[in-house]
Every structure is written in C-alpha cells, then in structure tokens.
C-alpha cells in the first residue's frame, strides 16, 4: 500500500491517521510470509532441490504434495459452528443474523483462513435496506491487520481492505477502499483518483467493532500461530523432492539396463536402441573374431526406499499435526478395532475442541456487537439475558448416532430431568431448525391432548369420572 497517500487522508484526523500507517505497515510486513503459507495450502509451493540426485531437466517435472491443506482441512471441518444461545433459549434476532449472514459458511471459510495465517478477522456493521439487521463480514489476514491491547485483552484498532483495483498486467492489486475501525467510529476510506478521502460512522460500542479468530494464541503472539508451521513446510519440502525422486526412478523401473558384450556397432546400424529393447525378435551375428555376442541385463531397481522414506515423512508430518498416517495416501497399517481407530483421531478431536473455546469466544463477541447493533445501544447496556450469549459447535468427534444416543439415554436415566433439555437434542446431532421442528410438532401434540381431554364426555375413558346408571 502507498503510505505516503495514507499518510495524506483528506478528513481522517491525525490520531487515526497514525493509527493507520501503523496498520497498514504491519499489513505490509506480514503479508510475504501470508502469501508463502497460502502457496503451500494451495499446493502451489516451488521444489526446493538439493541438486544431487535430480538432473536439471528434470526438475521442471511437476511434483505435487497436498499434505498442507490436509493439516488445515483436517482440522478445520471438525470445527462447525452451529448457531448462538441464550441462558433462556434461542434469540430469533441473532437467528435472522446467522441465517442472513450465512454466518456458518462463513464461519466455515474464516477458520480455514485462520488455520493457514494463524488469524482470521470478523466485522460487525448496521444493515441497511434489503440486508440483515446486522452484517457480519470476514477478512483473511491478507486483507486485515490489527493492533492488540494488552490491557483490556482485544484489538486497539484495526483495518480491513475491502475492495482492490487488479491490474491487466497481473501486477500486485491495488487497494481502493478501506475500512479504519477505532473505539467509537468505523471510517471509510475510498480512493479517488490519486488521492484518499474519509468517511465517519459514529458508534456506541466502546470498542473496535472487529473481532479476530486465533489459532493457539501465546502471552507473545495474541495473534497466534499457523497450522502450516516451519516444521510442516519442511517436511513438505521433502515429500515434495521425494516425490519427483520416486517419479524419476519409476521410468528406469519399469526400463531396466541392458548390455551386449562382443557385438559390432553396425548392429545399431538399421536398428536403435529403443527399436532393439522393445523388439520381438532381435538377432546378432557372430563378431569379426568369430565370438558370439552375449546379451544380459543389470539388476532391476526397486521402489521399496522411495516408499519407505514417504512413509517416514508421512509419520513425521502426522507427528508435527495430528493427522492420523492413514489419511495421508501412504499404505499403513490398519488399526485393529474401533478403539484404535477413535485413538487415532483423539489428538486431533482434542486440537478441535481447543480451537472452539477460542473461537466460541471470538463468536461471542461478535453476536454482543450484533445485538447491540440492531438495537441501537452500546455493550454496556445490553441485558444479563443477552450477556449469558454463547456459541454452539457440533461435537468435532462425528460420533455415530447410534453410539451417541446409546451414551444420552444412560445419561438420562442416572438424571431424568434432562430429557426436557434441548441441550439433550442438540447433543444428538440435531440442526437448530430440526429442534425448532420438534419443538413446534410437540407443543401441537401437547394442545391437542389438552383439548381432547377437555372435551372428551364423561363415562367413556379420558373423562373426568364416570356416571352411574
């Protein structure tokens, strides 16, 4: 980005100006290292050769490994976001603003993001006509940055590029509006022209109406770590030059070395090599010494070390991830029983659960702002009902239905009240619509039984008491 136009907002005031190089020149600085990790995810990363064992002409063969994206995949489809709660129940407010947000595609695409640049940013914004009540986007940490308060343990200040002008020539986009996002205002910032001009919306929040999502956040880095880390990089790296190894060998494996003592050179004469190795019938006459010539073959080489060695990355790569071997398209040892198999994935179901009560956090924050958005107040005076928000995932450990509702019935025999709980149904797998469903269909039983019961006459069964004759 331009700094020196940055620098030069007409109307931005001077504190959120500073704010704003700021900002932008740690955008600048990060986003390198972002672009090298989306790469690998992308399986886009270039072969990093040795130069011993591959020729240079081979090295433009295109060897490809999808073990990053698989570390981020992985991990990110056991984290499902299933809607917000209260104490109470349901808030239909916050339901519109899953439903016309699509916040669980959404929430979907942001923890992918998150995975591969340690954080992901989401924004809160007043809808206007034809929108939500409350609009939630999200931005990748290409396109965001964020300053963090240390003290009151969230962002200071923080800037989103919502929108870029791409060049023809395939050169580096170029950014024409962004968004500033202080305590008490969200500044717009469009380009025109040559020059950058702001915009003021005003708000009551307190606090910056942008909320990051962070992947194993430290006291020194509140902002987290990738799941594509230095160590899965490196390891790719290998897998990647294995690979192309494993593929150069494959043609001399399935071509092995032949030799022909005692011939002539004019056998090759009308004849080449290709022609000679792959013929039916191949004759060679005695030599000027009247010795006959002696045909053979070297020793065929074997797949067996490529294979062995990309299984050892293989298990080195699920050591540094926690993705089990087998998923990894490396032939591995079948677990012996269902035990084994859940033991396998246990690491990773542990990693996703962590990665909720992160993001459930961040979640939160953002359905507060919502709600206060739509009713027009600050935090601070939302209700105790609307504070006791929290966020719903799906269980990351895909239980089967049968063994999970095995596992509620006990829990509802040893504690009979919680069968009226729609935590019972929720931990059954049921979406938030189905339960509305059920809960509907119920309540039409329960007024038909209640009117049949008033209505039913007396003497037949149903009535109150019974009449003589």
């Given amino acids: 980005m331009n700094l020196n136009q940055l620098a030069s907002v007409h109307g931005l005031p001077v504190a959120e100006t500073g704010m704003l190089v700021e900002l932008a020149k740690l955008r600048d600085a990060k986003l390198a290292r972002n672009r090298v990790r989306d790469e690998y995810y992308r399986a886009h990363n270039r072969l990093r050769t040795l130069g011993i064992a591959i020729p240079p002409p081979l090295e433009r063969v295109n060897a490809v490994v999808g073990w990053p994206a698989k570390a981020v995949d992985a991990l990110a489809v056991r984290s499902r976001f299933d809607g917000f709660t209260l104490e109470s129940g349901r808030s239909d407010a916050l339901a519109d603003v899953v439903v016309g947000n699509k916040l669980k595609i959404l929430y979907s ?71 500033l996002y202080t305590d008490t205002d969200v500044w717009e910032i469009r380009k025109a022209g040559a020059k950058w001009t702001s915009r003021r919306h005003p708000h009551e929040m307190g606090r910056p109406m942008m909320e990051p999502l962070v992947y194993r956040p430290m006291l020194d880095r509140p902002f987290g770590k990738s799941r594509i880390s230095r160590a899965v990089m490196a390891i790719t790296d290998s897998a990647v030059r294995e690979s192309l190894r494993a593929e150069v060998s494959a043609e001399f494996f399935t071509s092995p070395q032949k030799y022909l003592l005692g011939a002539d050179d004019t056998v090759f004469d009308k004849l080449s090599k290709w022609e000679a190795y792959i013929g039916n019938i191949f004759s060679v006459t005695p030599n000027e010494d009247g010795e006959i010539p002696k045909f053979g073959q070297l020793a065929q080489s074997t797949m067996q070390p490529h294979t062995e060695y990309k299984r050892d990355l293989a298990a080195a790569f699920s050591g540094e991830t ?143 008491t019974a009449e003589l004759a």
């Fill in 322 to 464: 926690s993705i089990p071997v087998s998923e990894m398209g490396v032939v591995h040892d079948n677990p012996s029983s269902a035990e084994a198999i859940y033991a396998c994935k246990e690491s990773l179901v542990i990693e996703a659960e962590s990665l909720n009560e992160t993001n459930g956090a961040a979640l939160r924050e953002i359905g507060l702002m919502a709600m206060a958005a739509i009713r027009n107040v600050p935090l601070d005076q939302l209700t105790d009902e609307e504070r006791s928000l929290s966020a719903r995932f799906k269980n990351p450990a895909f239980p089967s239905f049968v063994s999970q509702a095995d596992a509620i019935i006990k829990i509802v025999q040893a504690i009979p009240w919680m069968a009226d709980s729609e935590v019972v149904l929720e931990e059954l797998g049921f979406s938030e619509d189905q339960i509305k469903r059920l809960a509907s269909d119920r309540a039409k039983a329960q007024g038909r039984d209640a009117i049949a019961s008033l209505v039913a006459p007396k003497g037949v069964p149903g009535g109150d």
């Fill in 109 to 179: 695409q942001a923890v992918t993001s998150e995975l591969v640049s340690s954080c992901a940013f989401l924004t809160v914004s007043r809808g206007g006509a034809g929108e939500p009540p409350a609009v939630v986007s999200a931005y990748s940490a290409q396109n965001a940055a964020a300053l963090w308060d240390r003290r009151r343990k969230r962002i200071r200040c923080g800037m989103t590029v919502v929108d870029v002008k791409r060049s023809p020539d395939g050169a580096e986009p170029e950014p024409t509006w962004v968004n």
